[in-house]
Protein backbone atom coordinates (compact mmCIF):
# COMPACT_ATOMS: atom_id res chain seq x y z
CA UNK A 1 0.00 0.00 0.00
CA UNK A 2 1.15 3.64 -0.92
CA UNK A 3 1.94 6.17 1.61
CA UNK A 4 -0.93 8.15 0.13
CA UNK A 5 -3.55 5.20 0.05
CA UNK A 6 -2.59 4.84 4.06
CA UNK A 7 -3.30 8.50 4.54
CA UNK A 8 -6.44 8.17 2.79
CA UNK A 9 -7.40 5.26 5.02
CA UNK A 10 -6.46 7.13 8.29
CA UNK A 11 -8.45 9.96 6.98
CA UNK A 12 -11.33 7.83 6.16
CA UNK A 13 -11.32 6.27 9.54
CA UNK A 14 -11.24 9.80 11.46
CA UNK A 15 -14.30 11.04 9.23
CA UNK A 16 -16.18 8.01 10.83
CA UNK A 17 -15.85 9.61 14.24
CA UNK A 18 -16.12 12.77 13.59
CA UNK A 19 -19.07 13.10 10.91
CA UNK A 20 -21.59 11.35 13.20
CA UNK A 21 -20.88 13.69 16.13
CA UNK A 22 -21.45 16.84 13.51
CA UNK A 23 -24.76 15.28 11.96
CA UNK A 24 -26.09 15.28 15.45
CA UNK A 25 -25.27 18.49 16.87
CA UNK A 26 -22.39 18.45 19.30
CA UNK A 27 -21.40 21.55 19.59
CA UNK A 28 -18.21 22.12 21.52
CA UNK A 29 -17.97 24.09 24.96
CA UNK A 30 -15.92 25.68 27.52
CA UNK A 31 -15.96 24.36 30.97
CA UNK A 32 -14.73 23.55 34.22
CA UNK A 33 -12.88 19.55 35.50
CA UNK A 34 -11.69 18.17 38.64
CA UNK A 35 -10.36 14.73 39.64
CA UNK A 36 -8.93 13.20 42.79
CA UNK A 37 -6.72 10.01 43.20
CA UNK A 38 -6.87 8.76 46.19
CA UNK A 39 -3.43 7.01 46.69
CA UNK A 40 -0.57 6.74 44.28
CA UNK A 41 2.74 4.77 44.47
CA UNK A 42 6.07 4.85 42.79
CA UNK A 43 6.21 2.80 40.17
CA UNK A 44 8.15 -0.46 40.53
CA UNK A 45 10.76 0.19 37.97
CA UNK A 46 11.74 3.31 38.68
CA UNK A 47 11.45 2.52 42.93
CA UNK A 48 14.48 0.38 41.90
CA UNK A 49 16.38 2.96 40.26
CA UNK A 50 15.92 5.28 42.87
CA UNK A 51 15.81 3.38 46.13
CA UNK A 52 18.95 0.67 46.27
CA UNK A 53 16.74 -1.18 49.32
CA UNK A 54 13.50 -0.35 51.01
CA UNK A 55 12.05 2.95 50.45
CA UNK A 56 9.21 4.27 47.99
CA UNK A 57 7.19 7.52 47.34
CA UNK A 58 3.30 7.67 47.96
CA UNK A 59 0.93 10.38 47.83
CA UNK A 60 -2.27 11.27 46.21
CA UNK A 61 -3.17 13.86 43.67
CA UNK A 62 -5.93 16.93 42.98
CA UNK A 63 -6.40 18.27 39.95
CA UNK A 64 -8.92 21.61 38.94
CA UNK A 65 -8.75 23.30 35.60
CA UNK A 66 -10.64 24.91 31.98
CA UNK A 67 -11.27 22.23 29.27
CA UNK A 68 -13.28 22.12 26.03
CA UNK A 69 -15.19 19.32 24.65
CA UNK A 70 -18.61 18.71 23.87
CA UNK A 71 -21.67 16.01 25.12
CA UNK A 72 -20.28 13.44 23.48
CA UNK A 73 -17.26 14.01 22.33
CA UNK A 74 -13.74 13.73 24.06
CA UNK A 75 -12.04 17.22 25.45
CA UNK A 76 -8.71 19.07 26.28
CA UNK A 77 -7.73 21.47 28.83
CA UNK A 78 -5.69 22.87 31.28
CA UNK A 79 -5.10 21.82 35.18
CA UNK A 80 -3.59 22.76 38.19
CA UNK A 81 -2.09 19.88 39.77
CA UNK A 82 -1.61 19.39 43.00
CA UNK A 83 0.11 15.97 44.33
CA UNK A 84 1.00 16.09 47.93
CA UNK A 85 3.36 13.03 48.98
CA UNK A 86 2.91 10.77 52.19
CA UNK A 87 4.64 11.99 54.97
CA UNK A 88 7.36 9.22 56.02
CA UNK A 89 7.43 8.13 52.69
CA UNK A 90 11.43 7.74 51.35
CA UNK A 91 13.84 5.51 51.25
CA UNK A 92 15.18 3.30 54.48
CA UNK A 93 19.21 1.74 54.44
CA UNK A 94 20.03 -0.94 57.05
CA UNK A 95 23.92 -1.44 57.23
CA UNK A 96 26.25 -3.67 59.44
CA UNK A 97 29.69 -2.28 60.81
CA UNK A 98 32.00 -4.20 62.23
CA UNK A 99 34.69 -2.83 64.77
CA UNK A 100 36.25 -6.39 65.28
CA UNK A 101 35.98 -9.91 63.81
CA UNK A 102 32.92 -10.71 66.20
CA UNK A 103 31.89 -7.31 67.37
CA UNK A 104 29.35 -5.62 64.74
CA UNK A 105 26.52 -3.11 65.39
CA UNK A 106 24.03 -2.11 63.11
CA UNK A 107 23.44 1.54 60.91
CA UNK A 108 20.05 2.56 60.24
CA UNK A 109 20.16 5.64 57.65
CA UNK A 110 16.58 6.99 56.30
CA UNK A 111 15.86 9.55 54.46
CA UNK A 112 11.96 10.77 54.83
CA UNK A 113 9.32 12.91 53.28
CA UNK A 114 7.77 15.91 55.58
CA UNK A 115 5.62 18.11 54.19
CA UNK A 116 6.28 17.44 50.37
CA UNK A 117 3.82 18.13 47.62
CA UNK A 118 4.46 18.97 43.70
CA UNK A 119 2.64 22.16 42.35
CA UNK A 120 2.28 22.12 38.74
CA UNK A 121 0.22 22.87 35.61
CA UNK A 122 -1.06 20.06 33.28
CA UNK A 123 -2.09 19.72 29.95
CA UNK A 124 -4.50 16.70 29.31
CA UNK A 125 -6.25 15.57 25.87
CA UNK A 126 -9.49 12.82 26.42
CA UNK A 127 -9.39 10.86 22.94
CA UNK A 128 -12.78 9.33 22.70
CA UNK A 129 -12.74 6.46 20.85
CA UNK A 130 -16.57 5.05 21.08
CA UNK A 131 -20.10 5.97 22.73
CA UNK A 132 -22.28 3.46 24.67
CA UNK A 133 -26.08 4.55 23.89
CA UNK A 134 -24.63 8.06 24.28
CA UNK A 135 -24.53 7.48 27.97
CA UNK A 136 -21.35 5.78 28.70
CA UNK A 137 -18.08 6.75 26.63
CA UNK A 138 -14.64 5.29 26.58
CA UNK A 139 -11.34 6.31 25.26
CA UNK A 140 -7.90 7.30 26.11
CA UNK A 141 -6.24 10.36 28.09
CA UNK A 142 -2.88 11.70 27.47
CA UNK A 143 -1.37 14.69 29.27
CA UNK A 144 1.55 16.06 30.43
CA UNK A 145 3.56 19.21 32.54
CA UNK A 146 5.93 20.13 34.90
CA UNK A 147 5.85 21.36 38.49
CA UNK A 148 7.33 22.55 40.96
CA UNK A 149 8.79 20.56 44.23
CA UNK A 150 8.66 21.72 48.16
CA UNK A 151 8.80 20.37 51.44
CA UNK A 152 11.29 18.84 53.08
CA UNK A 153 13.31 15.57 53.35
CA UNK A 154 14.85 14.46 56.59
CA UNK A 155 17.90 12.14 56.60
CA UNK A 156 18.45 10.18 59.69
CA UNK A 157 21.25 8.26 60.76
CA UNK A 158 21.59 6.13 63.91
CA UNK A 159 24.35 3.88 64.50
CA UNK A 160 27.04 3.39 67.03
CA UNK A 161 30.99 4.30 67.12
CA UNK A 162 33.85 2.99 69.14
CA UNK A 163 34.74 5.26 72.51
CA UNK A 164 37.19 2.63 74.03
CA UNK A 165 38.44 -1.01 74.32
CA UNK A 166 37.86 -3.12 77.66
CA UNK A 167 40.41 -5.35 78.24
CA UNK A 168 38.74 -7.82 80.48
CA UNK A 169 36.00 -8.21 78.06
CA UNK A 170 38.54 -8.20 74.77
CA UNK A 171 35.74 -5.67 73.33
CA UNK A 172 35.54 -2.18 72.06
CA UNK A 173 33.07 0.30 74.14
CA UNK A 174 30.49 1.15 71.38
CA UNK A 175 28.21 4.24 71.88
CA UNK A 176 24.74 5.03 70.33
CA UNK A 177 25.05 8.09 67.49
CA UNK A 178 22.16 9.91 65.82
CA UNK A 179 22.53 12.57 63.59
CA UNK A 180 19.82 14.29 61.91
CA UNK A 181 19.96 16.78 58.98
CA UNK A 182 17.17 18.41 57.26
CA UNK A 183 17.21 19.44 53.19
CA UNK A 184 15.22 21.12 50.71
CA UNK A 185 12.76 18.37 49.05
CA UNK A 186 14.09 20.02 45.55
CA UNK A 187 17.57 19.73 46.49
CA UNK A 188 17.05 15.79 46.87
CA UNK A 189 14.64 15.11 44.35
CA UNK A 190 14.49 17.30 41.44
CA UNK A 191 14.11 21.22 41.19
CA UNK A 192 11.10 20.43 38.49
CA UNK A 193 9.27 17.98 38.38
CA UNK A 194 7.32 16.39 34.93
CA UNK A 195 4.27 15.36 35.26
CA UNK A 196 2.64 12.82 32.55
CA UNK A 197 -0.33 10.87 32.33
CA UNK A 198 -1.06 8.07 29.69
CA UNK A 199 -4.43 6.58 30.92
CA UNK A 200 -7.31 4.24 30.03
CA UNK A 201 -10.28 6.83 30.25
CA UNK A 202 -14.49 5.95 30.62
CA UNK A 203 -16.73 8.41 31.04
CA UNK A 204 -20.57 8.52 31.95
CA UNK A 205 -23.04 10.88 30.77
CA UNK A 206 -24.72 11.88 33.49
CA UNK A 207 -26.49 14.66 31.94
CA UNK A 208 -25.58 17.02 28.58
CA UNK A 209 -23.66 19.13 31.19
CA UNK A 210 -22.12 16.91 33.33
CA UNK A 211 -19.66 13.85 32.79
CA UNK A 212 -18.28 11.43 35.65
CA UNK A 213 -14.98 10.22 34.75
CA UNK A 214 -12.43 7.31 35.53
CA UNK A 215 -9.16 6.75 34.75
CA UNK A 216 -6.22 4.04 35.65
CA UNK A 217 -2.96 3.97 34.42
CA UNK A 218 0.44 5.61 34.18
CA UNK A 219 0.52 8.92 36.15
CA UNK A 220 4.19 9.91 36.41
CA UNK A 221 5.79 8.96 38.66
CA UNK A 222 3.06 6.72 39.45
CA UNK A 223 0.64 3.85 38.06
CA UNK A 224 -2.92 4.84 39.50
CA UNK A 225 -6.55 4.71 39.40
CA UNK A 226 -8.50 8.65 39.66
CA UNK A 227 -11.88 9.96 39.45
CA UNK A 228 -13.16 13.17 37.74
CA UNK A 229 -16.07 15.31 36.85
CA UNK A 230 -16.35 17.59 33.89
CA UNK A 231 -19.36 20.37 33.61
CA UNK A 232 -19.40 22.12 30.42
CA UNK A 233 -21.08 25.79 30.25
CA UNK A 234 -24.24 25.82 28.56
CA UNK A 235 -24.48 22.29 27.25
CA UNK A 236 -28.14 20.96 27.13
Not at 192 to 219: M, R, S, W, Y
Request: aromatic share 8%; glycine share 12%; charged share 15%.
Amino acid sequence: MSAQSLSLCVLSSLLVGVVPALAQGDPSHWGVNASFTPQWTLMEPLRKVMFDDAGTLAGREFTIGVVRGSTRGGDWGVSFVRKPFKDGSGSIEVDSQCFQANQCATTRTTSLTRGVYLNGVQVHWFVRFANIKDRVQLGMNVGGGIASVKGQVVETTDGFEARGFNPQTGRVTLSPVHTEETQTAKDELLPLFPLAKLEAQGAVILTPALKLQIAGGLNFPSRSFRTGVVYLLGAR
